[in-house]
């Protein structure tokens, strides 16, 4: 038990796991890998882009709440501007399973299991959602908001961010 203990916080010192630790108002930790459809991601090319980046979870109920609202602030804004990742936490076992739980949705996707860097770890929360600005700085970071008023809080934080 004190092996556990003492590992995994050798991890969360050595920044494996993140459990509240991304700073607003710095600059993004890397955060790059594959998408599910095989194309690569990386945060650090997203430059000049905001970029809406979400931790979810398929047994996860506020995270598939929240999918939906994702997709139509991503899908308007696209033009403008905004790129959006949303990695999966679940087992890479589980790989077809988050595929066929995400076909409805137009959202680029990954496993998180298939990031080469992540500088963000694993959430401690689900869903959490960073906003990251054109310039590569957190912004914003909303853990599990609730659907009710996540669409006016993404929008309040990303239509400024849009026009800069």
């Not at 630790?21 to 690569?40: C, H, R, V, W, Y």
């Not at 990695?87 to 299991?113: G, T």
């Not at 957190?138 to 996540?150: I, K, N, S």
Request: proline content about 7%; overall charge neutral.
């Amino acid at each position: 038990m004190i092996r556990i203990f003492l590992y995994l916080n050798a991890l969360v010192l050595a920044g494996g796991l993140a459990y509240g630790s991304i700073d607003l108002g710095k600059p993004a930790p890397g955060f790059a890998g594959t998408e599910l459809n095989g194309k690569k991601f990386d945060l650090a090319e997203q430059r000049g882009n905001v970029v809406l980046l979400g931790f979810f979870a398929t047994w996860c109920d506020g995270c598939s709440a929240e999918l939906p609202i994702l997709e139509n602030i991503y899908t308007r804004h696209r033009a403008e501007g905004l790129e959006a990742l949303i990695v999966s936490v679940d087992r890479p076992r589980e790989r077809n399973h988050v595929i066929e739980f995400l076909k409805p949705y137009d959202l680029p996707s990954a496993l998180i299991s298939d990031a080469k860097v992540n500088g963000f770890g694993t959430p401690g929360t689900l869903p959490i959602l960073y906003v990251i600005d054109r310039s590569g700085i957190v912004r914003a970071e909303l853990a599990a908001p609730g659907p009710a008023d996540l669409r006016a809080k993404i929008e309040s934080l990303v239509l400024p961010l849009l026009k800069r």
